[in-house]
């Protein structure tokens, strides 16, 4: 596979998320639509309602099925607006859908969502996963069968109203030398409904063992979260938001700390970038979005796919648009 190949070319889907499930490949995305609403930096135009469940068995060449959708905004008992981007895990023959939504005070919350099939439909709980809050959750299952959630996501996000899990009275986004704001992670329980612990900061290490800054705009974390496993070690990667990179970086176990690598894919047209890496049939691919086919409309992304490569040292090559 030499070049990019889009997906959905027949509407906007963006923040994919991909696993393989029964042997083929799916992916979950967020559903973009044109609502009106104008862009602002908390992402009001990003008012999303339902989701799409796609499949596929060949990355290069394959028809994208659509299965239809398998969620929407009013089917969730607690929802206010704004369907972000969600992840499935697998369980016990059974699949879990986590969703980042406001709900009726403008607060993002994780929800949770069961079906039966990789395919959906998925039924949603009555109630957000307690304890949770901001957005982008993904979900990384170990070789031990343990479910850790990565999630968070600042400024829309709302990621800087938090400290150590609790609500802050006045959102704080650090500055200058201050530790950047970490994504979190957390285990999740047996049932896969809700969180087995407290979360954690997902730290981030410079080349001398320190925390990335909150200045240090091309490499600190700032939404997008996902996380894969390659020749035994954890690789975290994520977007850096307002400098619009996808970076990685390595750990030795699913709670780093994890030492930052570098660049996976330089920016791509439109202000968002969100990724998922997986493996299929031998071969490794990053899916993405971007916002070519919308003629830059930064809420009418369109899905993409490549093919990633590593170095013999584990290093991912980074992809080159241009
Ligand atoms: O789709 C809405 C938001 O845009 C996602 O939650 C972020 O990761 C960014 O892609």
């Known amino acids: 596979m030499n070049t990019p190949r889009y997906l959905v070319p027949g509407d906007y889907m963006a923040d994919p998320a991909v696993h393989v499930f029964e042997g083929r490949l799916y992916i979950y995305p ?55 981007d969600c992840d499935v895990a697998c369980k016990g023959g059974r699949y879990y859908m986590y969703f980042p939504l406001k709900d009726r005070n403008d607060i993002f919350r994780i929800g949770v969502a069961v079906a039966d099939s990789p395919r959906g439909p998925f039924t949603p709980m009555p109630d957000p996963v307690r304890g949770s809050y901001s ?40 500055q200058g030398d201050e530790p950047a704001l970490p994504s979190r992670v957390v285990r999740l329980s ?12 997902v730290v981030i290490l410079d080349e001398d063992g320190k925390p990335l800054k909150a200045a240090d705009n091309d490499r600190r974390f700032f939404e997008a979260s996902w996380m894969h496993g390659y020749q035994g070690r954890y690789y975290f990667s994520y977007s850096t938001g307002d400098t619009h990179r996808i970076c990685y970086a390595i750990g ?3 709670y780093g700390p994890f030492v930052y690598q570098g660049l996976i894919l330089p920016p791509v047209v439109g202000w968002t970038t969100h990724h998922s890496i997986v493996v299929y049939k031998g071969r490794w691919y990053l899916f993405y979005h971007d916002c070519v086919p919308s003629g830059g409309k930064t809420w009418l992304r369109s899905l993409k796919v490549t093919q990633l490569h590593y170095d013999d040292q584990g290093r991912i090559i980074p992809v080159c648009e241009f």
């Open 135 to 174: 957005i982008d959750p993904a979900v990384f299952t170990d070789h031990d069968g343990a479910c850790y959630m990565y999630f968070g996501g600042l400024w829309g996000g709302q990621l800087q109203r938090y400290r150590e899990n609790k609500a802050l009275e006045c959102a704080v986004l650090p």
């Open 252 to 254: 030795d176990n699913p």
């Open 190 to 201: 047996d049932d896969m409904l809700g969180f087995a612990e407290e979360p954690r900061p």
């Open 30 to 84: 967020s559903h973009d639509r044109e609502s009106g609403i104008p862009e602002n930096d908390n992402g009001d135009h990003f008012d999303m309602a339902d989701y799409h469940v796609f499949s596929m068995d060949d990355v290069a060449h394959g028809l994208v099925q659509d299965h239809g959708v398998v969620l929407k905004v009013a089917d969730i008992p607690w929802a206010g607006r704004q369907l972000w």
